[in-house]
Each structure stands twice: as C-alpha cells, then as structure tokens.
C-alpha cells in the first residue's frame, strides 16, 4: 500500500470509530432516539406515502399509453436490468431498468414485461422467475406472484423460463399456451395469447408488424442496452416483425413528472439538502475530504435513500475546478472553497445539487466575486425558464451574465469571442428523473418537466499552459495574466433542481441556502449550536 494513502487511512478508521462511539452514547442520552441535528440544519420531511389504489391506477395508465402509442400491430418487449458481476462472485448493486420500473414498480432481475396492444386475451405478460428457497438463502428475497402483482397491477405472470418458447411462437405466428405449471397467475379466461392475437398475426403475415425494443438501432455495442441488441440481432427477419426504438416514447412520457413522481423528487432533493448542510456545517473540522464526504453518506443511509444518483463530488480549493472530481482524496484548508455536488436517490428519482461554500465560514473578497457571478447567472436562467423556453433559452441567459462577469474581472477581453470558455465549458443545466442527467433532447418547457440550472467558472490553475500557442492566445494570455494569478485555483458550481409551472419555475431546492449571506450565516449558526 502507498504510504501516503495508509497515512490518511488509519485517521480516517480512527475518527470512525470515535464517531460511532459519540453516536452511540447520544442514543443511549435520549432513551434510545436518533440525536436531532442542530437546529439549524433541516432534517429531512417524512417520506411520502400514496394510496395504494392511485399508485396502481397510475401505473396502469403509463402501461395504456405506451400500447396506445404502439398499437394493436406490435410488440413491446422490457428486460430488466442485467446484474453485474466483479471480483468473480461479487455484485455490483443491482439497479432496475428504468422504463420496467417506470411501468411496473418492480426491482427484481431477470424479470420481463411483455405488452401486446391487439392481444384481447393477454395484453400484458410479466415473466418473472419462480422464487427458490435455495436462492434465497444467499441473496434475500424474490417476489411470489402476488406480490409482483400487488406492485405492479399486472395479474398475469408466467415463469421466466417460458419467455424463450413465447418469443419463438410469435415469430412464428403461432399461439402459444405455457405449461400451467408455469402459469404462476392469470386473470385470463383462455391461457395463452393465440386466441387474442389474430390482428397481430395479421399484420406480421403481410410483414406489417413490429417488434418494440429500448434504444434500438444503435451502431456499435449500446453500453446500457446489449441484451436488447443481442435480442435483436437474434430475432427472425423473415417473422413479419419490423424492430422499432421504443426509446422515444418513454423519452416523451417521463419528461413531464405527474404529482407523485414529483413528491418522489422532492424526497430525494430533501435527503440531499440535509446531506449538504450537515457537509458544510462539519466542513471545518475535516482535514480530508473524504471525511465531509463521509457525512453525505451517512445522511442517505440514515433517511434510506435506495442510492446516490451519481458518485459525490467534494472538492476543496483546486480540486472544485475539476467537473466530475469523485476522488475525495485531496486536504481541506481552512481559506479555501469546498464544491460538493451530491445527490440522493430515493424510489428511482434523482436528485442533483451543488453548493460551493467557504470552509471557514466566510468567503473572501475574490471568492466572493467569483460567486456572485455565477449566482447572478443562476439567476438570470431561472427568470428565462418558463412554458415554450428550452434548456438552450436558459443556456444562453446565464452565459450572457457570465460574459459580463468575467470581462469586469478582466478573466476575458473579448465578451463576443470563445474566451469564455476556458472558465465556463458545460451547459447550463440538463433534465432530471429517473436518471440524473434524464431523457429529454431538445423538447421545449411544459410544466411538469424538472432540470437543473448550474452555472460555474473554473479557473484551473494550469489553464493558461493547456491553451494551444498561437499569436491569438498569447495575447489572451498575457493580457489576462494579472486576473488569472488573482482569481486562479477558485472553482464555482451553484446547482439546483427546478420544475416548469403554468407561470414559470419554481425551485424544488429552496430550503438550501444559496446567496453569500446565507451561507454565511448558516455555517455560523450550524457551527455554533455544533459547539
């Protein structure tokens, strides 16, 4: 092992035991309840909780949908998640495709929806594997039947193992009737699709048909859907059967968020707003990064958040420069600023958050001005998102402020060229869901759709030395140099989560403080009643 890594361990084990040990007694102080934060730090709300009957209803109608978009001529076909392996036995946590568990609410592998609009008899078929005690017994539980109709409203399901002999059959135009063994539930009078399926066959027999399938064609391997493109590479082109991308149907219904799944979102945005508050109120105190990162993490596994949306940025001082730093490896220091970028995941919704704060409490004159830049820009979009605007609208409303910012600092001489993007080189913000960075394109605001708005400005330390060496850039450069030695090694990101009203935006990540004053004034008070 590195020394310098062991060094950094053996802290790090150390206060973890210590702050296991101090916990432990503040439960055992209070009769046995979870120690209440300090008062100035918003514990997370209860989770929300729906009627069971509105839950499925919704379901059913997402279902509905996607036939109705399909229709009675074609197929769809939803795998779930594959399950990764690594280290020869050891799983990597598993994750349910989203677009299954958008329709089904269902978290189990090796599972398969199948929805066929023109089948009167079974228009929807859940494959799902027989549970098996031995199984079980190593890897927890599996969904009996009734359970994974009671989840997701489907009431018929057939073993796993009978999805290959269907798939075969309906290439072939044939009815197919499984074993009623392997009938595991059905509400179906007639078992078996064939006696339904006559316009389905129909339309396959005058090659008319399609097959559904996610993020179908692609060129090359698709990272996320290979068993979808080995399916398909599989599938009898001769059947009648044309392949389709269902992907752009989800694409368009999972951008507008119904209440429920913004009450999904709201939980997971509230998991992560406590998580960054406890971060900063800790964030003088650490000598490693990994140490605030340590209390986001117990944050989401203390309000049983399913997982973070995506690995926790925490970078102090140059390390905020880096977009996706995810090491947490580097020191804190006491003049300099922390961006953490951390979001929670709860119930398959994501949250997406980033704060940039000064470790001692108070950001200095040229931290200062840097941030108010890019909250002024922050701003800016969020006035300019509202019904018929885009991301790109919001874009270019943040970067005009940017612009502005950077030629007053003398960062940039020219507010018209590309200069600026050497201190601001992202978009100002994307969709957000299911995934962190979610389906969406180009689409244009309705209320109901939810993204982020996150400008920034890097000024990486050695950004001057990676420009390309031309007469342009070396009177850039030398023209800038005073600002840069000024301003460099300061990393900015202010990010929040925002969802389209009828009237404009309105901001799901509120109860997290934003301005310079109200950062300042709670790590104050957080660090006071710390004390």
């Known amino acids: 092992m590195n020394r310098r890594v062991a060094l950094r361990i053996v802290p790090a084990f150390v206060l973890g035991i210590m702050l296991s040990v101090f916990a432990f007694s503040l439960v055992q102080a209070s009769g046995g309840k979870e120690p209440a934060p300090p008062p100035a730090i918003r514990m997370t709300p209860p989770a929300p909780v729906f009627e069971e009957a509105k839950r499925l209803d919704e379901l059913a109608a997402r279902r509905k949908h996607v036939a109705e978009a399909i229709g009675p001529k074609a197929v769809l076909v939803l795998f779930s998640g594959e399950p990764r392996v690594y280290a020869n036995d050891v799983d990597y946590q598993f994750r349910q495709e989203n677009n299954l568990f958008y329709l089904t609410n269902l978290n189990q592998k090796l599972a398969t929806l199948v929805l066929l609009p023109g089948n009167s008899v079974t228009p929807e078929i859940l494959f799902l594997p027989r549970r098996s005690p031995g199984a ?225 409490g108070k950001f200095s004159k040229e931290q200062a001005e840097i941030y108010q830049i890019v909250y002024d820009a922050q701003e800016a979009a969020a006035k300019a998102s509202k019904p018929g605007a885009s991301l790109l609208t919001a874009h270019n409303a943040s970067l005009e402020v940017i612009k502005d910012g950077l030629l007053k600092l003398g960062l940039i001489t020219d507010r018209d060229s590309e200069q600026y993007r050497t201190w601001f080189m992202h978009g100002n913000g994307h969709w957000l869901g299911m995934n962190v960075h979610d389906v969406g394109g180009g689409a244009r605001f309705e209320p109901g759709m939810t993204f982020t708005n996150e400008p920034g400005i890097y000024v990486r330390v050695d950004a001057l030395d990676n420009l390309p060496r031309n007469p342009a850039n070396e009177k850039f450069i030398a023209a800038i140099r005073p600002a840069f030695e000024k301003y460099k090694g300061i990393g900015v990101r202010i990010e929040d989560d925002m969802v389209i009203t009828p009237e404009g935006v309105r901001w799901m990540t509120a109860a997290l403080p934003r301005s310079i004053a109200d950062i300042e004034a709670f790590i104050a008070k957080a660090r006071r009643d710390m004390r």
């Not at 059947?239 to 999904?264: C, D, V, W, Y």
């Open 136 to 360: 079980e017994t190593w890897t927890g539980h599996m969904y009996s039947p009734q359970e994974a109709a009671q989840l997701s409203g489907i009431k018929e399901i057939w073993e796993a193992n009978e999805f290959g002999p269907f798939v075969s059959a309906l290439a072939k135009h044939d009815a197919y009737r499984p074993k009623p063994e392997n009938i595991l539930l059905s509400s179906a009078q007639t078992t078996g699709n064939g006696s339904g399926s006559d316009t389905l066959f129909g339309a396959a027999g005058k090659n008319e048909a399609a097959l559904y399938l996610l993020a179908f064609p692609r060129e090359g391997e698709s990272p996320e859907y290979r068993q979808e493109q080995r399916f398909a590479a599989a599938w009898t082109k001769e059947s009648g059967f044309a392949i389709q991308n269902a992907s752009p149907i989800f694409s368009q219904m999972r951008l507008r968020k119904s209440p429920m799944e913004l009450e999904l979102m709201q939980h997971a945005i509230d998991i992560s707003i406590e998580a960054h508050q406890r971060a900063e109120a800790f964030a003088s105190q650490a000598k490693w990064e990994y140490e605030v990162d340590a209390q986001v993490a117990y944050t989401f596994k203390l309000r049983n958040a399913d997982n973070w949306g995506y690995p926790d940025i925490v970078g102090c001082g140059p390390n905020a420069t880096t977009l996706h730093y995810e090491e947490s490896q580097g020191p804190v220091q006491t003049g300099q600023l922390m961006l953490m970028d951390v979001g929670a995941e709860y119930d398959h919704y994501s949250a997406d958050v980033t704060r940039t704060f000064p470790v001692s």
